[in-house]
């Protein structure tokens, strides 16, 4: 009985550190962990400690047989103007901010993209100016 509560505690400090480790290089990421899951994506059954990289642009390790644990792999920016947005692409977890108006237009905020629901306003400032 000791030695699998022992087993245990050293698969989750480990499950711990892998989450931890996979997403502390730049902004905050978010992680989770499903003492429910199964160690399987798309037919493939994973052991303890192999990871893969789902839908969502997460990287999910198995921790066999306490569940898995998943972390996301892009970071999002949290910084920009309100009138655009980000978008993940599922594929290829690239990143990018649109203009919530229009989400084909790219939005560079500090490029001279003013926000277009303030048009006339910033207009306005530009002629007092």
């Known amino acids: 009985m000791k030695m699998e509560f022992a087993r245990v505690n050293l698969v989750l400090a480990a499950?711990?550190?892998?989450?931890?480790?996979?997403?502390c290089s730049a902004a905050p990421t978010e992680c989770h962990f499903n003492s429910r899951a199964l160690c399987v994506f798309e037919g493939i059954q994973y052991s303890l400690g192999e990871t893969w990289m789902d839908n969502a642009c997460m990287q999910c390790t198995c921790l066999h047989p306490v569940g898995v644990g998943c972390c996301e792999t892009v970071h999002r920016p949290v910084d920009f103007p309100a009138y655009c947005e980000v978008r993940v692409e599922a594929v290829t977890c690239k990143v990018s901010l649109v203009q919530?108006?229009?989400?084909?237009?790219?939005?560079?905020?500090?490029?001279?993209?003013?926000?277009?629901?303030?048009?006339?306003?910033q207009l306005?400032?530009?002629?007092?100016?």
């Open 100 to 121: 919530a108006a229009d989400p084909r237009l790219p939005c560079s905020p500090g490029n001279d993209i003013q926000d277009p629901s303030h048009g006339s306003l």
């Open 124 to 129: 306005q400032q530009q002629l007092e100016g």
């Open 15 to 23: 499950a711990g550190f892998l989450l931890w480790t996979s997403g």
